[in-house]
Nanobody, 124 residues
């Protein structure tokens, strides 16, 4: 069982930056692929970024590529999402997720544990 707690959301002006953190409980953090998703009201959960268990491999949605960076610190049981050049359309709730399967990529169904979400609001 893994519990995930996101933090770092807030209000920022367009062009600004935020850094989201997701702290995980347990001693097996390094066994999980970690991902960030976002979901607007009435819409499906959208993949944002993914990082491999060791942190050596990352993958991004086209909408955030070049602006967002996912990273992890396995010693601190934490995954991060650095968000730069934020746009109003980035406004929504962001969730971190942990996947333990052999294949964990971009589908929400591939992830086993989810945080409660943190709100990001970008004003124009």
């Amino acid at each position: 069982q893994v519990q995930l707690v996101e933090s770092g959301g807030g209000l920022v002006q367009a062009g600004g930056s935020l850094r989201l953190s997701c702290a995980a409980s347990g001693r097996t953090f390094g066994n999980y692929v970690m991902g960030w998703f976002r979901q607007a009201p009435g819409k499906e959960r959208e993949f944002v970024a993914r990082i491999s268990r060791s942190g050596s491999s990352t993958y991004y949605a086209d909408s955030v590529k070049g602006r967002f960076t996912i990273s992890r610190d396995n010693a601190k049981n934490t995954v991060y999402l650095q968000m730069n050049s934020l746009k109003p359309e980035d406004t929504t709730v962001y969730y971190c997720a942990a996947g333990r399967g052999l294949v964990v990529t971009t589908a929400p169904s591939e992830y086993d544990y989810w945080g409660q979400g943190t709100q990001v609001t970008v004003s124009s």
